[in-house]
Nanobody
Framework: QVQLVESGGGLVQNGDSLRLSCAAS????????MGWFRQAPGKEREFVAA????????YYADFVQGRFTISSDNAKNTLYLQMNSLKPEDTAVYYC?????????????????WGQGTQVTVSS
């Protein structure tokens, strides 16, 4: 079991950058697959990025297009999402997630733990 707490969301302008953080506790952070999802108003929750903190390679949704970077500070049990060149269509609640598999990228039901979410709003 992992408990997840996101922070770092806010209101920014088109083209700005933002860094989201996810602090994890409970089950061993490095033994899980960690990721980020987002949900815009009126839309389904969608996958953004995933990473196994120890020994894994980042995996991104197609829409990221090099703008976002997922990383971890394993000594702090913290996951990050660095978001650059933000666009209004990136506006959403961003959720940290934990799973046993990278398969959560295409099967959201494989997510085992969710954070509470942090709001990102990008104005034009």
């Amino acid at each position: 079991q992992v408990q997840l707490v996101e922070s770092g969301g806010g209101l920014v302008q088109n083209g700005d950058s933002l860094r989201l953080s996810c602090a994890a506790s409970g089950a061993t952070f490095s033994s899980r697959i960690m990721g980020w999802f987002r949900q815009a108003p009126g839309k389904e929750r969608e996958f953004v990025a995933a990473l196994k903190p120890i020994g894994g390679s980042p995996y991104y949704a197609d829409f990221v297009q090099g703008r976002f970077t997922i990383s971890s500070d394993n000594a702090k049990n913290t996951l990050y999402l660095q978001m650059n060149s933000l666009k209004p269509e990136d506006t959403a609640v961003y959720y940290c997630a934990a799973s046993s598999t990278y398969g959560m990228a295409t099967h959201i039901e494989m997510v085992q733990n969710w954070g509470q979410g942090t709001q990102v709003t990008v104005s034009s």
